[in-house]
């Protein structure tokens, strides 16, 4: 991938452009009937004729892997999957599914969709980002900015009104959520930057990450977007984040 940061907001745009798709996001399975069916309605809602990358949305206990990828290598063959790649996996099941499309000479998943940002990084740090960086898996992370904590809005539960999330953020307002935002304000006032910026700036510099998804509904915020793969930061600003 070569930009830094993959914006979410790309569907529905040419159909050369970038998108992504979800097998299994709404029936939560993975058979093999399911992930062609997924794949016409993307088609259909972008207005294209092939999607870049195809995503398992999470894994199917009740399906065997090889039957999943088997149906993803008959998309892969009719042209209207370039590649696939896999959501909310923990390492046993990226490895598993690593493993079987190796034994059986099936595609494999070539890129994980983990949940992962400063502050939530217990289920992709250890195990699993180092199978992503041992195979060589690209890494595109959602909620890349803990739905909108790490930009700073939400100091207080009296800031929790300013958005329809904010039930959802208010597990962020802890000791731990308030040392990581003075670390993020400190940060961006040494860079002339916001601290949303120098959230994903982080996660562009962390090695076993390809890109950050983030997503943006004005231009000031795409604007800030660009901002954020621009901003270099140095081992003393890596230090004080991550040790927040």
């Known amino acids: 991938m070569a930009e830094a940061l993959t914006c979410a907001a790309l569907a529905g745009r040419a159909h ?8 299994g996001a709404r029936q939560r399975s993975l058979a093999r009937a399911y992930p062609s069916a997924s794949v016409e309605a993307s088609l259909a809602r972008l207005q294209t004729d092939y999607i870049d990358v195809y995503l398992a949305h999470r894994p199917d206990p009740q399906t065997p892997i090889e039957e999943t990828l088997r149906a993803f290598e008959a998309l892969l063959k009719q042209g209207k999957v370039r ?3 896999a959501s909310n996996y923990d390492a046993a099941g990226l490895r598993e599914a690593l493993t079987a499309a190796a034994s059986k000479e099936l595609p494999r998943y070539e890129l994980l969709q983990p949940e992962y ?11 699993l980002r180092e199978l992503c960086m041992e195979e060589g898996l690209g890494v595109i992370t959602y909620y890349s900015l803990a739905s909108g904590f790490l930009s700073g809005k939400y100091r207080s539960k009296a800031d929790l009104a300013k958005s329809a999330r904010g039930e959802g953020i208010a597990r ?3 000791p731990r959520g308030e040392r990581i935002l003075g670390a993020l304000d400190s940060v961006a006032q040494r860079r002339g930057a916001q601290p949303a910026e120098v959230a994903l700036a982080w996660l562009i510099a962390r090695p076993g990450v390809t890109a950050p998804i983030a997503s943006a509904t004005t231009v000031e915020q795409v604007d800030s977007l660009i901002r954020a793969t621009q901003i270099a930061l140095d081992a003393d ?8």
């Open 117 to 127: 940002n400063l502050y939530d990084r217990s289920s992709y740090d250890g195990a």
């Open 237 to 244: 600003d890596l230090r004080l984040l991550e040790s927040a």
């Open 83 to 85: 590649a696939i790649g």
């Open 172 to 174: 962020y307002l802890t």
């Open 16 to 23: 050369h452009e970038s998108r992504l798709g979800h097998a």
